[in-house]
């Protein structure tokens, strides 16, 4: 039969959404490309190209589970689909009858992107909500500390120019921003080369020589993990001592300069923040930071490009704060070419592409929370542990709960802990090896969608008939929802569904949209956030309707040591400062990669061939520890043991070394991590203003066995 051609994207959550363009011949995807139309394409990278692998894999779930031996045994019987389904029903009711509906925790997450079948916020969260609530995350692992910083300092988390802005930018500060692997808005690297192209100067903030560096970047500085707001603290000495702050930015745009300002030259703790200071405590030469200071103050418009690595730190909110200080210092904020340096959010920044429908979750009539970051923590010290639950049954789909946040052998006997345990998923993950009943889905090329993806929507057309008669997770709530007894979940086939988040908006015509696959929202020109603000004098959405370098609110909470009402450099725990060193000396940073999407993908040999999963360890570390190349490490601190091999590499800086995050938790008999997973070895403590994982700030000692 002739080959056809599907339009689907990619929809894990790697921060963008490409084109997939699946060849199609009797009924099987025979090859993946991607879009070669007009530039800026959404171009697929390798993941989703590599995509088939995912789809065929021999170790997709075929069947209903039912948990046989002891928990995390892995152990499973094959059952109906009726009776896992009545069984799952079932437990919701003892649940809910035996406790209260906040006794059940909403561990949805991002597994699938869409408008529809949304798995963070969407198909389980509109089926627990119909069912009388549950306990839900609150905080965040990804930008828990980006996103309370920017709400206190600029009033919105929308924070950041339109990635396409980056072309008007003369100095592009990449802060701890690995574009080229950690995808932010698909494209952002495009317009990054764009703007080396026009000559932009590029710098990078990080531990690690990162594949954007190295392509792309004039300087690599290095610096140690938690130690950011430190180097910007000294960046602003150097501004306010060569006298380049923009005065009347300051003055008509932010409250509470002045008080920085007396901190960084010490003015009441008798420590001038000089580049001295910041050189003992970061690594960075004070020749190179005020150099970088003279950069930013002078190369206008700049654009301070803050990822989320910096801010998994003991106080992350610190670095974003300081660093929202900087761009209004230097009047980059509003104004094309420049950044805000807060949370780098643009998609939600074109409101016509918001106004798609989607699966609406209604809302949740428990208001317990827990913070995601300490899950395991909270079931198993609960509301005498003073946490606001009693979980006693999990709902989890579309995340890697056990292996994707910190402290993996708390995690591990928090799952042997409950009474009930549901899982949806394709693999047989860490997490689902807990499960008491394990439900098979279906991937997307099974079923029909839409995302988003920044300036463009894309309808994914079902590829497939779904495989190895797995079900939607929106099928399944539907099912659950009969049995329950639940009206109102699901009145609409898919195409109804996606046919109604269509209807009303610019995409116009449905058919027209499906056929084309892509809708891009034009605009005449890039978003710049703030620039109302700044252009127009439209007030900020803070108390004092300006900038906050100081914040009252924040001096109201009264814990200065922690929650600063102007941003300070605050020494992490397990950071270089630590006594803790004398025993762990490493500082342990856990990236994301190219390779995967979290935990996603790295059961795909095609990925796992492009490069050896491996410990980054600088040469002075490796030598006097015995560790060779390639050759097999152990890491370990006091939360637990992880084996993998090391690459012994100058790409680190000394001190500090690298594991990719999202391998497969695989403990042996003795407990050691054999899986090479990095959460084995993290901390499960939280920043202290916005719940937000605080992964870098990890101490451990490396040894070659
Ligand atoms: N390919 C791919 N893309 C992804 C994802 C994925 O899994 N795979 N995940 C997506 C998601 S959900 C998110 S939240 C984002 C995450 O995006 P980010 O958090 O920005 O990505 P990371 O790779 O964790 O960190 C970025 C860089 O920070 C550096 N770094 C670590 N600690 C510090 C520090 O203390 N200071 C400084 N200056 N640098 C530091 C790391 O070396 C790394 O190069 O990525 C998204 N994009
Ligand atoms: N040490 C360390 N840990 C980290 C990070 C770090 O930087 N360092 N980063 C953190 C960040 S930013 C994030 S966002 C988290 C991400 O961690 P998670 O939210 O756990 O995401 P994934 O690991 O991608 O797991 C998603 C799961 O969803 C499944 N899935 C995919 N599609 C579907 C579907 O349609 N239905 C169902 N039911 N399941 C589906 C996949 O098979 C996969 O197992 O990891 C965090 N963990
Ligand atoms: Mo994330």
């Known amino acids: 039969m002739a080959e056809k051609i599907v339009t689907t994207s990619c929809v894990h959550d790697c921060g963008g959404k490409c084109v997939l363009k699946a060849h199609v011949q009797d009924g099987v ?27 065929y894999h021999p170790d997709r779930l075929k069947y209903p589970l039912k948990r046989v031996g002891e928990r995390g045994e892995g152990k499973f019987e094959r059952i109906s689909w009726d009776e896992a389904l009545d069984k799952v029903a079932e437990e919701l009711k003892r649940v809910k009858e035996s406790y209260d509906n906040s006794a059940i925790l909403d561990a949805g997450g991002p597994g699938n992107m869409t408008l529809l079948h949304n798995t963070a916020g969407g198909v389980l969260t509109r089926f627990l909500n119909l069912w009388g609530g549950c306990t839900r995350f609150r905080g965040s692992m990804s930008n828990g500390a980006t996103v309370a910083a920017s709400r206190y300092t600029l009033g919105s988390i929308i924070a950041g120019n339109d990635p396409e802005d ?56 290095p610096i140690y993990p938690g130690t950011d707001a430190a180097l910007m603290v000294a960046m602003a000495y150097v501004i306010i001592g060569e006298n380049f702050q923009d005065k009347a930015f300051l003055d008509r745009h932010t409250v509470g300069f002045d008080r920085f300002r007396d901190y960084v030259l010490g003015q009441k703790d008798g420590t001038a923040k000089t580049p001295a200071w910041a050189e003992a405590i970061t690594g960075v030469p004070r020749t190179t930071i005020v150099q970088l200071a003279r950069d930013y103050a002078t190369l206008k418009p700049a654009a301070l490009l803050p990822g989320l690595g910096m801010q998994r730190t003991a106080y992350g909110e610190q670095p974003v704060r300081a660093a929202i200080a900087l761009a209004a210092m230097t009047g980059n904020i509003g104004i094309p070419g420049g950044n805000p340096g807060g949370h780098y959010a643009t998609v939600p920044a074109w409101p016509t592409s918001g106004g798609l429908g989607r699966l609406e979750a209604g809302s949740n009539p428990v208001k317990s929370t827990i913070p995601v970051n300490k899950w395991a923590d909270a079931i198993l010290r609960g509301k005498e542990g003073g946490y606001e639950s009693d979980i006693k049954l999990v709902y ?72 190895y008669g797995g079900k939607a997770d929106l099928e399944i709530f539907t099912l659950l929802s009969q049995r329950l007894g639940l009206e109102g979940y699901n009145d609409k086939t898919e195409e109804e569904w996606l046919r109604s988040f269509v209807a009303g908006t610019e995409i116009g015509d449905f058919d027209e949209f499906r056929r084309r696959g892509v809708h891009h929202f034009r605009r005449s020109q890039p978003y710049v956030a703030f620039r109302e603000q700044i252009q127009d004098g439209k007030p900020f959405n803070t108390p004092s309707r300006k900038i906050e370098i100081y914040s009252q609110a924040l001096a109201d909470l009264n814990q200065p040591e922690t929650i600063p009402a102007i941003p300070k450099y605050i020494a992490p725990w397990e950071g270089r400062e630590d006594p803790l060193t004398a025993k762990y000396p490493l500082s342990l940073i856990t990236p994301h990669t190219k390779q995967y999407t ?50 012994v590499t100058e790409r680190i800086m000394p001190g500090v070394v690298s594991l990719d995050q999202g391998r497969w938790y695989a403990p042996d008999q003795e407990g050691t991590d054999r899986g090479g997973s990095a959460n084995v070895l993290t901390r499960d403590e939280d920043t202290p203003l916005g719940d937000g994982a605080t992964t870098h700030s990890c101490l451990v000692e490396v040894m070659a066995i």
């Open 29 to 55: 995807v025979v090859r993946i490309t991607t879009d070669e139309g007009e530039e800026p394409q959404l171009r697929a990278c390798l993941r989703g190209r590599a995509y088939r692998q995912r789809i």
């Open 166 to 221: 980056l072309v008007n930018s003369r100095l592009i500060i990449l802060w701890s921003q690995n574009a080229a692997e950690t995808i932010n808005t698909t494209n952002t690297l495009w317009f990054i080369t764009q703007a080396k192209e026009a000559g932009a100067r590029l710098v990078g903030v990080d531990p690690r020589l990162t594949e954007t560096i190295a392509t792309l970047a004039d300087q690599w500085i």
């Open 396 to 467: 989890s789909l579309g995340r890697n709960l056990l292996n994707q946040v910190p402290t993996m052998n708390k995690g591990v006997a928090a799952l042997k802990k409950l009474d009930f345990l549901v899982v949806h998923e394709q693999f047989l993950t860490p997490t689902a090896r807990f499960a008491d009943i394990l439900l098979p889905v279906t991937t997307w090329f099974e079923r029909s969608d839409i995302c988003l993806s920044g300036k463009y929507a894309i309808y994914m057309e079902q590829v497939i008939p779904p495989l």
């Open 598 to 647: 979290h935990s996603t993908l790295t059961n795909l040999p095609w990925l796992a061939e492009l490069e050896p999963h491996a410990l980054w360890i600088h040469p002075q570390d490796a030598s006097p520890r015995g560790v060779k190349n390639g050759q097999p490490v152990q890491i370990w601190n006091g939360r637990g043991r992880v084996v993998t091999s090391a690459l």
